[in-house]
């Protein structure tokens, strides 16, 4: 997604834009890249699986490289061992609220997320979620409040998922996107779907129960489809949304509707968005992207056509470029060139076969 939004104007246009089937990355997102090497994976979910990036060339999707940490699930329902292990002194613990955490500079030049042994924290099971155990053995909580504690020291300060990922170890990205999907979902679903009961935290965050009627509600995720269109001539569709500036284009996204298979979701979001055909589809990589719930599935789409009609409701403008255009279009600044987390850059990045330009974030 959009690097460029806050995560406020992220987290709003994340809720009502689910709701209406564009998942918040989307067309939004900025990003794409080029996927040189169809040997490393297009169509392997494995590969992609096990290497944060699949089947994409370069460097690893943000946010989706193996942390490290077993969520170890099946120690959410044992009290007594949630209990002791909240009470383990070696226990950390960090408070994620409304999306942030606080991050710290490490006398290395590092970023980290800073955490505390759990015996300081405050014991408030009602907001607490396992994350997991580390290879150490070291067992980390993350603590829902209405807001962050004041600064640890003088150098703490809080910050949200796109500016964290990009900065964080994949540990702690791990830990943090684990806690604030957690949170969106916990706060988007105090009431129970069935009976309208209000509901209650249980399996230390990853289940809420209704008392009323009994109904066990777990973490929702909604897949959304991102890709990047190529023709024949090997140029690439990018596409602006209606409500982003002049210059910013991106991948086309959609949200996977009820019903639909994710490669039927990816023809129908090209050809409603942009007027284009799409033939084959390959999978290259997944990118969790908690904003407030979605699950990023990144495609590699070539269109069978590539006269364009724009929706001119989500999309206002749909354009083919070749490589040499877009090089020239970012130099120009006629076009913006991606930045960010979202998965949509390196889709981008991918086709391209090179580093795209860096711009400031604005
Ligand atoms: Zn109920």
Redesign the pocket.
């Known amino acids: 997604m959009p690097a460029d939004t806050t995560d406020a104007q992220a987290a709003a246009a994340g809720g009502p834009a689910a709701s209406q089937g564009e998942p918040e990355p989307a067309v939004t997102a900025s990003t794409t890249e080029r996927a040189a090497d169809d040997s490393a994976g297009p169509g392997h979910p494995g590969a992609a699986g096990s290497t944060a990036g699949g089947g994409l060339a370069g460097p690893p999707v943000a946010l989706t490289a193996p942390s490290g940490i077993d969520r170890a699930a099946h120690h959410r329902l044992d009290e007594a061992w949630l209990a002791a292990a909240w009470s383990h002194p070696s226990t950390r613990c960090f408070v994620v609220s409304g999306g942030q955490v606080l991050i710290d500079e490490t006398p290395d030049g590092r970023t980290e997320l800073v955490t505390t042994p759990s015996f300081e924290a405050p014991l408030t099971e009602a907001h607490r979620y396992f994350l997991g155990t580390d290879e150490d053995g070291v067992r980390y909580f993350a603590l829902q409040r209405d807001s962050l504690p004041g600064r640890m020291d003088q150098s703490a300060r809080p910050a949200g998922l796109r500016e964290a990922g990009l900065l964080l170890s994949d540990r702690d990205a791990g830990l943090m996107v684990h806690a604030v999907a957690l949170e969106n979902w916990q706060r988007l679903h105090r009431f129970?779907s069935?009976?309208?009961?209000r509901?209650v935290i249980a399996a230390a965050g990853h289940v809420r129960r209704?008392p009323?009627?009994?109904?066990e509600h777990y973490p929702r995720t909604d897949p959304a489809v991102i890709m990047a269109v190529t023709d024949d001539d090997d140029r690439i569709l990018l596409g602006r949304q209606v409500h982003w500036p002049e210059g910013r284009f991106s991948t086309l996204a959609g949200f996977v509707e009820p019903g639909e298979s994710i490669e039927a979701a990816v023809r129908r979001e090209v050809f409603e968005e942009a007027g284009v055909i799409i033939g084959d589809v390959s999978y290259v990589a997944s990118q969790p992207w908690p904003f407030p719930s979605s699950l990023m599935l990144g495609f590699m789409a070539r269109a069978t056509t590539t006269h364009t009609q724009v929706d001119g409701e989500e999309i206002s403008e749909a354009r083919w470029f070749s490589r040499d255009e877009l090089t020239a279009a970012f130099a120009s600044g006629e076009v913006l060139p991606p930045y960010g987390i979202s998965i949509a850059a390196r889709l981008i990045e991918n086709w391209y076969g090179r580093p795209l330009p860096t711009r400031a974030a604005a």
């Open positions: 129970c069935r009976c309208g009961g509901t209704c009323k009627c009994g109904a």
